[in-house]
């Protein structure tokens, strides 16, 4: 059974910056893909930015250039550098991970509350 436990949340202020942190627990046979996804309220879920296995990124238009995403396959970890945070950053942010040789695994974490407050 493969978990993802998540930290690094919190309230912050307009400008301010976080740092999310996400560790799987449990035996993955092949990680090909971890990543951040938020939904505020009201909103569909949505991707913030992934890595690939081999080191390439992904990220929505709306964080680009405020959002670094870093991950450590040693401790089969993802993380999720967020600066110049803004009032419509405020969501749920959840950590996601793909595997398997057919990439036919999907795992979430249980999210980790973000507000910025104005």
């Known amino acids: 059974q493969v978990q993802l436990v998540e930290s690094g949340g919190g309230l912050v202020q307009a400008g301010g910056s976080l740092r999310l942190s996400c560790a799987a627990s449990g035996s993955i046979f092949s990680i090909n893909v971890m990543g951040w996804y938020r939904q505020a309220p009201g909103k569909q879920r949505e991707l913030v930015a992934a890595?690939?296995?081999?080191?390439?990124?992904n990220y929505a238009d709306s964080v680009k250039g405020r959002f670094t995403i870093s991950g450590d396959n040693a401790k089969k970890a993802v993380y999720l550098q967020m600066n110049s945070l803004k009032p419509e950053d405020t969501a749920v942010y959840y950590c996601n991970l793909i595997g398997g040789l057919d990439y036919e695994y999907e795992f979430w974490g249980q999210g980790t509350q973000v507000t910025v407050s104005s």
């Open positions: 890595i690939i296995n081999g080191g390439g990124t």
